[in-house]
């Protein structure tokens, strides 16, 4: 019992770390759900799991509305009736937009979590990886969306199916993303290549604008305390607040 305490409040105090672990531990169930109902079943619990840390990390947000909680709980029911054997194509269709929601709701969530503070603490450090990968899951849905929707929206030289795996598009969506551009499938569709230049985008102005923040927050952290006092007194005052 006291185990399980103790669990709690670890996970209370660090939920973007959860988060993270988890989708980790998605990313290497990957590799077991080819041809394996039980693997599938698994990697889809792992999955569920993920919805539901979604949602904590959503209502520690100060974005935390119902609206969330709707976008979780679709995804959830809809991938449900997919595990039971429903898989028509409107019923995917409506499974990814709904996690593509979720997980895009979320790292808005943490965004906005990571940009409301003027100290660095770690679970903010743990937010943008968990940020990052949230980004890259919502547009890997958003990818399966576009090839049921539009057949043949991705060129494959490895795969002669016109339907891409869920890990090529993950491996798609991580490598525009970061800009490495290692990935060999090709966006052949217009609103595929639109997604894909819209993913580069995000990547770029992510890596600008929150790996500069927190390189800010942990200069402002190391400050001299008369200047960390200055620069306290600056931020706060009235007259240097935004939009005033």
Same mark, same amino acid.
């Given at each position: 019992?006291?185990?399980?305490?103790?669990?709690?409040?670890?996970?209370?105090?660090?939920?973007?770390?959860?988060?993270?672990?988890?989708?980790?531990?998605?990313?290497?169930?990957?590799?077991?759900?080819?041809?394996?109902?039980?693997?599938?079943?698994?990697?889809?619990?792992?999955?569920?799991?993920?919805?539901?840390?979604?949602?904590?990390?959503?209502?520690?947000?100060?974005?935390?509305?119902?609206?969330? =909680? #709707?976008?979780?709980?679709? &995804? *959830?029911?809809?991938?449900?009736?997919? +595990? /039971?054997?429903?898989? @028509?194509?409107?019923?995917?269709?409506?499974?990814?937009?709904?996690?593509?929601?979720?997980?895009?709701?979320?790292?808005?969530?943490?965004?906005?979590?990571?940009?409301?503070?003027?100290?660095?603490?770690?679970?903010?450090?743990?937010?943008?990886?968990?940020?990052?990968? =949230? #980004?890259?899951?919502?547009? &890997? *849905?958003?990818?399966?969306?576009?090839? +049921? /929707?539009?057949?043949? @929206?991705?060129?494959?030289?490895?795969?002669?199916?016109?339907?891409?795996?869920?890990?090529?598009?993950?491996?798609?969506?991580?490598?525009?993303?970061?800009?490495?551009?290692?990935?060999?499938?090709?966006?052949?569709?217009?609103?595929?290549?639109?997604?894909?230049?819209?993913?580069?985008?995000?990547?770029?102005?992510?890596?600008?604008?929150?790996?500069?923040? /927190?390189?800010?927050?942990?200069?402002?952290?190391?400050?001299?305390?008369?200047?960390?006092?200055?620069?306290?007194?600056?931020?706060?005052?009235?007259?240097?607040?935004?939009?005033?």
């Amino acid at each position: 019992m006291m185990a399980l305490i103790a669990f709690w409040r670890g996970f209370q105090r660090l939920p973007s770390a959860w988060l993270l672990l988890v989708q980790l531990l998605i990313l290497i169930l990957a590799l077991l759900t080819n041809g394996s109902s039980s693997y599938r079943a698994l990697s889809w619990s792992v999955g569920v799991l993920a919805l539901l840390i979604i949602a904590k990390v959503i209502r520690q947000t100060p974005i935390f509305t119902v609206l969330g =909680l #709707i976008f979780v709980t679709g &995804a *959830f029911s809809c991938s449900l009736l997919i +595990l /039971l054997g429903y898989t @028509s194509v409107p019923l995917q269709i409506m499974a990814y937009s709904f996690e593509a929601l979720a997980y895009f709701y979320a790292a808005y969530g943490l965004l906005r979590y990571m940009f409301a503070d003027y100290y660095l603490t770690r679970d903010e450090l743990f937010a943008a990886g968990a940020t990052f990968t =949230l #980004i890259a899951w919502g547009f &890997a *849905f958003l990818y399966n969306i576009c090839q +049921l /929707l539009v057949p043949e @929206s991705f060129q494959n030289p490895n795969q002669l199916s016109a339907l891409q795996s869920w890990l090529d598009l993950l491996f798609l969506s991580f490598s525009l993303q970061s800009a490495t551009g290692l990935s060999d499938l090709m966006p052949l569709s217009p609103p595929a290549r639109v997604l894909a230049m819209l993913q580069m985008f995000c990547g770029v102005m992510y890596l600008a604008l929150v790996v500069s923040r /927190l390189v800010a927050l942990q200069y402002i952290a190391h400050l001299p305390s008369q200047q960390h006092k200055e620069h306290t007194e600056w931020t706060e005052h009235p007259t240097n607040k935004k939009g005033s």
